[in-house]
């Protein structure tokens, strides 16, 4: 995706829309680049569960379900909303041995 602006000078009721046009067009491109963060986690996330056998029972709180063992457990959020290391491993360790 390429947005280029193009400021000329004119009136200032001209510049005064250019200005408008650009504070737009910056919140549509950082719109656009954390709607792609967020798909590449969410891709990497789904992939690493998928791998480790975890079922995402609820997004809204992260609940994980063991799909050998069906034990649901939720990952402990880190400050900043990081998940913490290895928080795909089943409270049984089912799949302790994934790296």
Not at 23 to 34: H, L, N, P, Q
Not at 42 to 60: N, P, W, Y
Not at 67 to 87: A, M, T
Request: hydrophobic share 30%; aromatic share 8%.
């Amino acid at each position: 995706m390429s947005h280029r602006l193009t400021v000329t000078k004119k009136t200032s009721l001209s510049n005064d829309k250019t200005v408008v046009n650009f504070i737009f067009t910056v919140i549509e491109i950082s719109c656009y680049v954390k709607k792609q963060r967020k798909e590449r986690f969410d891709m990497g996330l789904k992939t690493r569960l998928k791998k480790a056998k975890v079922k995402i029972v609820s997004e809204s709180i992260l609940m994980l379900r063991c799909k050998d063992c069906g034990q649901v457990w939720s990952p402990n959020i880190q400050p900043g909303g990081r998940l913490p290391k290895r928080y795909w491993v089943c409270p049984n360790e089912c799949n302790k041995d994934l790296k």
